[in-house]
């Protein structure tokens, strides 16, 4: 009987496909790996893309005090131009321009012989008026005696005393023409108003001086200022207007002393915004009793302003001027952009006071692009930081 042969096993052709399958499985696994890696990168970079890292930072409180830098005009705490009250011509001068005067010292003698001569004469009619009016005087007494026993009529004594009287008005009247040429002799002498120093002399020995008593335009004899005292005008713009009040410090700096401060106090304000400039007139008294600043200077005024109800600080560089208005960007808890309208106050430079629309635990975005919106995803780069 004839033996079968046997069939080969199956086993090693088995084998041989897993290991064919698992070189093509390692194959495509090796050459989809780079693909795959780098389409989680570009996920990854979009995902980041499309949550921009910002920085954030929170509102401080606003400083109560600051200072604010304005131009000032310095002029004398009081000044005049002396004229003279009478005609005449001028005897002889006492001071000069630089003299430093006292109120009442004697400037000038002015020589007047016209009014001398005119009260001369009216001593001279006040006289006669006292002696008519003397003998006046005894005749209606006389005439009253007389009507008291009816040796006159009551007419004729009446007419007596009426001319008593009139002879009593022309008295008066002579009376009142001696003091007013007085008056005008006492102004041949020319005294300083108040103590100061003397800035202009016009006039010279000589010269002819016309009171412009007789139509024409008077000349001033002397400039005298007070530079003891110096008044220093300011015009506050009106934003900051409510900020100053009587009793604030300033302090002064002039070219002329580069690194000098002056001391100041606020005097008073004009009370109201100028209509054309919108600004705030602003009177600061400063000391100068070394006469160190001269009137008329140009002054930089350094006021120290003081605010009772201080809002919030923020950056600059946090605000965004859109077309409704200022706003900055807020993360709210959900890592979201939250865009708030804000209210701004006083302007610090690199920092803005927020007068409203914020609580002050906010986290602001500093720097935020112009493109960024209401509902946008971000990342906070840090935690937030309390602002200085």
Known sequence: MATQPKSPSPTPTLTLRLIVS??????????????????????????????????????????????????????????????????????????????????????????????????????SDADTAMANFSIA????????????????????????????????????????NVARLQQLQSYEKVYAPFAGTITRRNIDTGSLIDAGSNGGAPAALFDLAETDRLRVFVDVPQDQAPEVIPGATAQLSLPQYPGRLFSGVVARTAGAIDSTSRTLRVEVDVDNKDGTILPGAFAQVHLNLTNSR??????????????????????????????????????????VEVRSGLRGNERVIVNPGDAISAGQPVRVSTPPATSA
């Open 22 to 123: 698992a070189v093509v499985v390692f194959a495509l696994a090796v050459g989809a790996a780079p693909r795959l890696t780098a389409r989680m990168a570009v996920d990854r970079q979009t995902q980041l893309l499309s949550q921009p890292t910002v920085a954030v930072v929170r509102p401080s409180t606003a400083p109560a005090g600051r200072t604010i830098d304005l131009p000032g005009d310095v002029q004398a705490f009081q000044s005049t131009r002396i004229y003279a009250r009478t005609n005449g011509y001028l005897s002889h001068w006492y001071t000069d321009i630089g003299t430093k005067v006292q109120a009442g010292q004697l400037l000038a003698d002015i020589d007047a012989p016209e009014v001398d001569a005119q009260l001369q004469q009216a001593r």
């Open 137 to 176: 005087k005894i005749t209606a007494q006389r005439w009253q005696e007389l009507l008291a026993t009816n040796s006159v009529s009551r007419q004729s004594a009446q007419e007596n005393l009426s001319a008593m009287q009139a002879k009593q008005a022309a008295l008066a009247a002579a009376n009142a």
């Open 310 to 351: 201080p809002g919030l600080s923020l950056p600059a560089n946090a605000l965004l001027f859109r077309p409704t208005g200022v706003e900055v960007a807020v993360v709210n808890d959900q890592n979201k952009v939250q865009l708030m309208p804000i209210v701004l106050g006083r302007d610090f430079g690199t920092r």
